[in-house]
Nanobody
Framework: VQLQASGGGLVQPGGSLRLSCAASGFTLDYYAIGWFRQAPGKEREGVSFIKISDGNTYYADSVKGRFTISVERGDKDTVYLQMNSLKPEDTALYYC?????????????????????WGQGTLVTVSS
């Protein structure tokens, strides 16, 4: 299982970024993907999640209405996190993670401990 996150950068408040998580080495249909973030001095927190088998998504209250998670299938499977109306408090190292979640009824998992595989982080800085 391999996850490669990219797309971070410096953006002004109110701006947008799209993060990418390239997934390989496993059958994406059987897994859930989560985006997490960790700001300096804070614990890692969940941002957005998707259960690939049925497209069930979940967003943290802090990003609801601003962030959108999506999946692109093809030669390479990629999970995106579109981030709009960015705020300084969105500044953090963003990680994508995955865990086997096939046949589980209900929403995707939302806690750090439920995810087994992690990609490296990509830094998002929101500042003027």
């Amino acid at each position: 299982v391999q996850l490669q996150a990219s797309g971070g950068g410096l953006v002004q408040p109110g701006g947008s970024l799209r993060l990418s998580c390239a997934a390989s080495g496993f059958t994406l249909d059987y897994y859930a993907i989560g985006w997490f973030r960790q700001a300096p001095g804070k614990e890692r927190e969940g941002v957005s999640f998707i259960k690939i088998s049925d497209g069930n998504t979940y967003y943290a209250d802090s990003v609801k209405g601003r962030f959108t998670i999506s999946v692109e299938r093809g030669d390479k499977d990629t999970v995106y996190l579109q981030m709009n109306s960015l705020k300084p408090e969105d500044t953090a190292l963003y990680y994508c993670a995955t865990t086997y979640w096939f046949g589980v009824f209900g929403p995707p998992p939302r806690t750090v401990s439920e995810y087994n595989y992690w990609g490296q982080g990509t830094l998002v800085t929101v500042s003027s």
